[in-house]
């Protein structure tokens, strides 16, 4: 099993571009969510999802859209790069209720935004 | 408020000694998960341990424990025989009630000295 994989690893982005952040899992995991992580802050969480086709905001959602139309897959879309929006973001995803088990972190995208 | 608070920014300990990492939270929830994250230099995050609200017995994986103390909501972290490679950002978490995700604290930076 790959795990959970994210593309890319780097990216640098002008302010007003957009782009998608790409997220995947080979473990049919139904709970999945995006975490941004920046200095002295730990990480925040973006979007989540409970299985395909349903996701939900979480703390710091604006800015950021997500879609869930398969299992596997959990892209998070900026939809216009700001500078307050450079991060590092990872994906996550756990077999169950993430109050029972542990989630599992891709290795994490670092954006850049000028 | 659901809330994990990570008093340590830094801590220092010498090879070989235990060590403490403290964590508190607040949740009005009775069923919740409790979770400890490693995360070295390299930055991936690494999962270390997990206690369910409703275990009666500290969990303990190898070298890792989890002092939990439910009444004065505290989930330490501790650390016997401290290794060069314990050297890391670590970070308490918690899933709360319906556990969609995962609420992080600011973490504590960990250096480990021979």
């Given amino acids: ?35 941004r992580q920046d200095p002295g802050m730990g990480l925040r969480l973006i979007h ?10 979480g703390e ?3 800015g950021y859209n997500v879609s869930r139309s398969t299992t596997e897959d959990f892209p998070l879309r900026l939809l216009s790069a700001a500078p307050s929006q450079t991060s590092v973001y990872f994906c996550a995803s756990s077999w169950g209720q993430p109050r029972d088990n542990e989630q599992f972190f891709g290795p994490g995208t670092r954006l850049t935004v000028l | 408020a659901q809330k994990i608070t990570q008093t ?8 070989k000694e235990a060590v403490t990492l403290d964590c508190t939270y607040d949740t009005s929830d009775q069923s919740y998960g409790l979770f400890w994250y490693k995360q070295p230099s390299s930055g991936e995050m690494i999962f270390l341990i997990y206690q369910g609200s409703y275990d009666e017995q500290n969990a303990t994986e190898g070298r890792y424990s989890l002092n939990f103390q439910k009444a004065r909501k505290s989930a330490n972290l501790v650390i016997s025989a401290s290794q060069l490679g ?8 918690m899933s709360p009630g319906a556990g969609t995700a995962l609420i992080f604290g600011k973490g504590t930076t960990l250096s480990v000295s021979s």
């Fill in chain 2, 8 to 15: 340590q920014p830094g801590m220092f300990v010498q090879e």
């Fill in chain 1, 1 to 35: 099993n790959a795990g959970v994989t994210q593309t890319p690893k780097f990216q640098v982005l002008k302010t007003g571009q957009s782009m998608t952040l790409q997220c995947a899992q080979d473990m049919n995991h139904e709970y999945m969510s995006w975490y």
């Fill in chain 1, 48 to 57: 989540y999802s409970v299985g395909a086709g349903i996701t939900d905001q």
């Fill in chain 2, 86 to 93: 314990d050297s890391a950002m670590y970070f308490c978490a």
């Fill in chain 1, 60 to 62: 710091v959602p604006n």
